[in-house]
């Protein structure tokens, strides 16, 4: 089965053309959109905090809050160490770059998200199965990604994240990673089973501590290292284009780890994020969508940026060429993960690393796991019936609760395979669905920069702007109060 899983992700999801093609599509979205994800960085830091909830829809903030709940996890720490342990410090930059044009894509999924949301117990529901059979018409695609995403979420990546949080409880505690499942599963249940206004704002308070909270340590640790400032960044540069005399000969990997763990880290392309974007309430699709863009520069730009540093201004790291033989080994006997990141931190505050990073590993891990179970819920609402809704939600939070468990007590690099599996055919559906709808979010973007000249606050009508099959929005945005009161 192991032999398997390796062949699938290297010769299938994950194959060097693979990579090359999702940064074409990156590429493609930003000219596109004529590179929104600078043009319009203003907006989506206020519209970030201009949203209202109401009683069917979470605010802007707080569905970005759940889409970082999964996208600042383990990829955020133990990720970035894999991408150091294989394809060297210029795996880093890959990761920025793919953090640019994933932030075009992200705009782009959630936007159409946002467009073909629905209303569904009281709530809304959104994301790519419901945007491929609203946009596309293609009913079969639809459930294909529903069941690929509740396979994917509901079982194949939990078991990444709760694995992360036992390893690294395990090293810096003693403690069996079978208690640590154990009490993970207990807390990630009081928690699913009181549903998505629940899970909204747990993410909302929790979610902007603990990335707050790692940075700061790691502005402490480059601050220690001041000087190591620009060399660090040269070997970042030279790494990444074959320069440096070390790492060089690892460029093809570094381009090749820096955009699977990008992805996998900001899930750009993915569909994750599209399940959150869809939850807001907001006037215009393109304002959730701008708001999602922005995520992905916290996830990478901040977040990964605040490991890689610790790891390599400390030089806590080993990296290995394609045959696994070390190229670099400063700390011998360490699995490529987490361990890297707690000996950063333990060799600038000793006694402080482990402990620190475990329990950062825990917060990023857990709110990521509890996303998984959101995005899980909203494909199960998709494709099952509201005679049977409620036990097949039951069975889905009791399905996740046991590969979380799974998960903590199983290997690192399984738990890692499986993953991957999960992610590239997420990404796949994903990114083939978008591309064809894209010029539907185009139209939706122009819209929105047209009133905005205009010194209007955007408000979208799917019947002006001939868009089929977005009955929200038919006859123009009136906010969930008003709607109630017309039913």
Wanted: charge should be neutral; charged fraction near 15%; proline fraction near 3%.
């Amino acid at each position: 089965m192991e032999s398997f899983i390796e062949w699938l992700n290297e010769n299938v999801l994950w194959s060097n053309p693979v990579i090359y093609i999702i940064l074409a599509i990156g590429l493609f979205f930003s000219i596109i959109t004529r590179f929104l994800q600078v043009r319009h960085v203003k907006d989506m830091w206020t519209l970030m905090f201009n949203g209202k909830k109401s009683e069917a829809g979470v605010s802007s903030f707080q569905a970005l809050s759940i889409a970082l709940s999964g996208r600042i996890g383990t990829g955020n720490i133990a990720g970035v160490a894999t991408a150091i342990a294989m394809g060297g410090p210029g795996a880093v930059f890959w990761m920025w770059f793919m953090a640019f044009l994933g932030a075009g894509t992200a705009f782009i999924e959630s936007t159409l998200a946002q467009i073909y949301k629905v209303k569904k117990d009281g709530v809304y529901r959104g994301g790519p199965a419901f945007y491929i059979e609203k946009g596309l018409g293609i009913k079969w695609f639809a459930v294909l990604f529903a069941l690929a995403a509740i396979l994917a979420l509901a079982i194949l990546m939990p078991g990444i994240q709760s694995n992360s949080i036992s390893v690294s409880v395990e090293n810096a505690f003693g403690v069996s990673p079978t208690i640590t499942g154990l009490i993970v599963i207990a807390l990630l249940a009081l928690i699913i089973f009181g549903g998505v206004k629940r899970i909204a704002l747990v993410a909302q308070y929790v979610v902007p501590f603990m990335a707050i909270g790692y940075i700061l340590v790691s502005l402490i640790i480059i601050a220690m290292n001041f000087t190591e400032i620009p060399a660090v960044i040269s070997l970042i540069f030279k790494s990444a284009f074959a320069i440096d005399s070390v790492f060089g000969g690892l460029v093809g990997s570094a381009i090749a780890w820096g955009v699977k763990r990008g992805v996998y880290s900001n899930e750009a392309g993915q569909g994750t994020g599209a399940h959150a974007a869809a939850a807001a309430e907001v006037s215009h699709p393109v304002k959730q969508g701008l708001v999602q863009s922005f995520s992905i520069y916290i996830d990478t730009l901040f977040v990964c940026t605040a490991t890689a540093f610790m790891i390599l201004f400390t030089g806590a790291f080993n990296t290995y060429d394609a045959d696994k033989n070390p190229v670099v080994e400063n700390i011998p006997g360490i699995e490529a993960g987490a361990g890297y990141t707690q000996s950063a931190v333990e060799s600038v505050l000793p006694g402080f690393g482990a402990g620190f990073v475990a329990v950062s590993l825990f917060f990023f891990c857990f709110t990521t796991i509890m996303a998984y179970y959101y995005m899980s819920e909203t494909n199960v609402a998709y494709l099952i019936g509201e005679r049977v809704r409620k036990p097949a939600m039951f069975l889905l939070k009791i399905v996740l609760l046991a590969s979380t468990f799974f998960g903590a007590i199983r290997t690192a690099d399984l738990a890692w395979a499986f993953g991957d599996v999960g992610l590239g055919i997420m990404v796949w559906l994903n990114l083939i669905a978008i591309l064809l709808l894209s010029k539907t979010a185009i139209k939706a973007l122009r819209d929105y920069e047209a009133q905005k000249k205009q010194g209007l606050d955007p408000v979208f009508n799917s019947t002006k702007l001939g868009i089929k099959n977005a009955e929200y929005w038919e006859n123009g945005y009136k906010e969930e109060t008003e709607k109630e009161k017309v039913s």
